[in-house]
């Protein structure tokens, strides 16, 4: 057990609609990542905020976005959604903004039908 | 650019030696990891290396970065069946925050 949380485990929607899913990090982290993994793609970076601010942003779609809460907790918005988004999708937690141990969530995985 | 490669499969008998390579383009690295993802699991840190370094070991696993020919191998000594996972090599460059590039992943299969 990593110490960070996700929330839902599984999600099945339809395309067209809007999910949101969350994560809170270890206890004392500062650092939110969230990853996308596909069969296609594999696994890559979407965003990361630390202390509550942007700090780096990767691949992360226009209809994606994502926030760090003033109690450290995350949430990754994704709407309009596509077969094509169909993930798991992992949040990772550091101590710091370029921490080099980070910690990964079990995961969403989330089916668009 | 960004680029870290790995081969896709790899297959070992119990109790052998298993090692995983990865190669990556981008001089600017500043770490390199390994993490194991386990069926219907997250992923988990094994280990990692700063990049001025060439060797690091832990218990059963040891690291060897060639910085010159940019490869990285993780070997696992007395491969057991619970290593039968997939293995991600990634690494993080200078100045682009705490963002993780992996490789495509690494099937490790062990037969008893």
């Known amino acids: 057990d990593s110490g960070v949380t996700q929330t839902p485990k599984h999600l099945i929607t339809a395309t067209g609609q809007r999910v949101t899913l969350r994560c809170s990090p270890r206890s004392g982290d500062l650092s939110v990542y969230w990853y996308q993994q596909s069969l296609d793609q594999g696994l890559q970076f979407l965003i990361q905020?630390?202390?509550?601010?942007?700090?780096a942003k990767g691949n992360i779609l226009e209809r994606f976005s994502a926030q760090q809460f003033p109690d450290l907790h995350s949430e990754l918005n994704l709407s309009s959604l596509e077969l094509g988004d169909s993930a798991l999708y992992f949040c990772a937690s550091s101590s710091g903004d370029r921490s080099y141990e980070q910690y990964f969530g079990p995961g969403t995985r989330l089916t668009v039908t | 650019g960004e680029d870290v490669e790995q081969s896709l499969f790899l297959s070992v008998r119990e109790g052998d030696s298993s090692v995983i390579n990865c190669t990556y383009t981008d001089s600017s690295s500043t770490y390199l990891y390994w993490y194991k993802q386990e069926p219907g699991a997250g992923l988990q840190l094994l280990t990692y290396i700063f990049s001025n370094m060439d060797m690091k070991q832990d218990q059963r696993l040891t690291v060897l970065l060639n910085k010159k020919d940019k490869h990285l191998s993780l070997r696992i000594a007395d491969t057991q069946t619970g290593d039968s996972a997939i293995y991600f090599c990634a690494e993080t460059l200078y100045n682009q925050g705490g963002k993780l590039i992996f490789g495509q992943g690494t099937e490790l299969s062990v037969k008893p």
């Open positions: 905020y630390y202390n509550g601010e942007e700090r």
